[in-house]
């Protein structure tokens, strides 16, 4: 995906105006100086850490005042079947992540500082 995207900055000439960084999110607090974006992309990878709180602190600092933290990511259905708890526990072992829940999200958000 990030060959797309650097292909549609260099089609529109967009090379002074955005600068994209891609790395492990583990390091972003040892990379980037605070203030340092004006966006920040988890996309369908925040749930692989295991301390998204600190993953989300390191961003409240690094964002500028006013930019903008984007998440996707899955997050499970609530629900009280047994079945589908266990369903859903299955699938984070075979992909080794861990589903968040959206309030979840937003608890760790407000924790953060956002």
Known sequence: MHKKIIEKIKENNLED???QHF????SLDTRFENNSFDRILFIESISYSDN???ILKTCF???NKNGILYIRTITPPHTKSNFIKKTIGNIEKKIDCNLIYHENIIYYLQ????
């Open 52 to 54: 998204i709180l600190n």
């Open 17 to 19: 105006n955005i600068k």
């Open 111 to 114: 924790q953060a500082g956002f």
């Open 61 to 63: 600092n690094i964002l």
């Open 23 to 26: 790395c492990d999110f583990k």
